[in-house]
């Protein structure tokens, strides 16, 4: 049986049942267990993309996965593959900006975050993390505009910590 036919199979029961051949099954599935079985997950995400190299949320999906165990740079090639399939997906550059924001390439982090919001100017997250790496770029006032475009965003109680993070790089930057 081929590693893909493997892969199908899915346990039910005292039987067994197969995942038919269709990548929105198979990420559906991946999704599922992504918090319980990581390395499975990554095999169905993987699958899901050789069934249809287009299926873009698999390969960012498959790049969350990767990144989760520190494997940085098959993260950073799945989701430059979302990207060459689907270059207007929001999560690929969205993902890509924050590797890029955590390794400290700046430039290219806020190069992605800008995309991220040409895609979506009511993103909050990429106004945040926009924010601090205009910031570490020396680009104070746009720094803060993005603060502010993310507290007036951000409304959700959730997000306390990271509105409370906002407010004082506001309180702060607007002192400087």
Known sequence: MSEDTRLLVVG???GVSL??????????????IEDT????????????????????TSWVNLGVCYHKLGKLQDAEECWMAALEQNPDHLEAPYNLACYHQESGSVEMADHLFERVLQLDATYADA????AMVRERLGKIQESLTHWKNFLGLSTSPTNGVWLHMAERAVARLQKA
């Open 127 to 130: 106004y945040f993390n926009r």
């Open 19 to 32: 995942l038919a051949v269709n990548p929105d099954e198979v990420y559906a599935r991946a999704c599922a």
């Open 37 to 56: 079985d990581m390395q499975r997950a990554i095999e169905l995400y993987g699958f899901a993309t050789r069934i249809d190299k287009t299926h873009v």
């Open 12 to 14: 039910s029961g005292m």
